[in-house]
């Protein structure tokens, strides 16, 4: 049963799917991924929407929470503060994201070329464990 579950991804790559638009879509993927303006595009825009969270104004969540419970810790936070106060966000924290969304893009690009390179195997080791498993099957109803 075990050995099923396990060979489910690859049974997966055997079913007959449009080979075409699968192909199309993985050398996009790749390309994207590999893009270094598309990797500086993906970093830019994390660091402005961490940027623009550490600027959110929690002061009047924290007022909120203090009114149902004047004891919590939100009752020392002050009107103004912002998501940054409160976390203790330091004034680089957006550009550290960004670079390790820059790394992290990069290396998926290296994993999804890899992948893609190895496709075809994985295709064939797929059909060969179908046929595998179906053989088994038929032999176990005789």
Do not use: C, F
Not at 30 to 58: C, E, H, K
Not at 121 to 134: C, N, P, S, T, Y
């Amino acid at each position: 049963m075990r050995w099923t579950l396990a060979a489910l991804p690859l049974l997966a790559l055997a079913a007959p799917l449009p080979a075409a638009a699968a192909d199309h879509e993985l050398r996009g993927a790749v390309a994207t991924l590999n893009d270094p303006a598309m990797q500086d595009r993906m970093a830019d825009t994390v660091a402005l929407l961490v940027g623009a969270l550490m600027r959110l104004n929690v002061g009047p969540l924290a007022e909120a929470v203090a009114s149902i419970d004047p004891d919590s810790p939100a009752a020392a936070i002050p009107p103004d503060a912002t998501l940054g106060d409160v976390t203790g966000q330091d004034p680089d924290y957006a550009e550290r994201m960004a670079g390790d969304v820059r790394a992290s893009a990069r290396m998926a690009g290296r994993a999804a070329s890899a992948l893609s390179a190895y496709t075809p195997v994985l295709k064939d080791m797929a059909r060969d464990l179908a046929a595998q498993w179906e053989r088994e099957r038929d032999a176990a109803r005789r």
